[in-house]
Nanobody, 128 residues
Framework: QVQLVESGGGLVQAGASLRLSCTAS????????LGWFRQTPGKEREFVAG????????KYVGSVEGRFAISRDDAKNSLYLEMNSLKPEDAAVYYC?????????????????????WGQGTQVTVSS
């Protein structure tokens, strides 16, 4: 079982960039499908970006396509979300998530319901 810890959130102006990081305080991320979600008060948690179990397939919600980039560094046991051209509507608590290893080669990006492990979240605030 993996435990996830996010970092890198903060307060920035619109148009700025931030890089979120997620590390495993216990376990290794190497065999997990990985993703980022976000949530604002009163709204459901929203899928932002996902990375396949095997390979480097990615998927993004339309509103961040071309501005955000998800990546992983298995040597550092870390997941990242590079966020560029931030907008006030990107402000939220961002969560990293991991989908249980498949036991076989799965090149898909996990569906939202397949994520089983969650970090505690990191706040991103974007001022206009």
């Amino acid at each position: 079982q993996v435990q996830l810890v996010e970092s890198g959130g903060g307060l920035v102006q619109a148009g700025a960039s931030l890089r979120l990081s997620c590390t495993a305080s216990r376990g290794t991320l190497e065999d997990y499908g990985l993703g980022w979600f976000r949530q604002t008060p009163g709204k459901e948690r929203e899928f932002v970006a996902g990375l396949s179990w095997i390979g480097r397939a990615t998927k993004y919600v339309g509103s961040v396509e071309g501005r955000f980039a998800i990546s992983r560094d298995d040597a550092k046991n870390s997941l990242y979300l590079e966020m560029n051209s931030l907008k006030p509507e990107d402000a939220a608590v961002y969560y990293c998530a991991a989908a249980t290893p498949r036991g076989y080669g799965d090149y898909r990006v996990p569906e939202p319901h397949e994520y089983a492990y969650w970090g505690q979240g990191t706040q991103v605030t974007v001022s206009s």
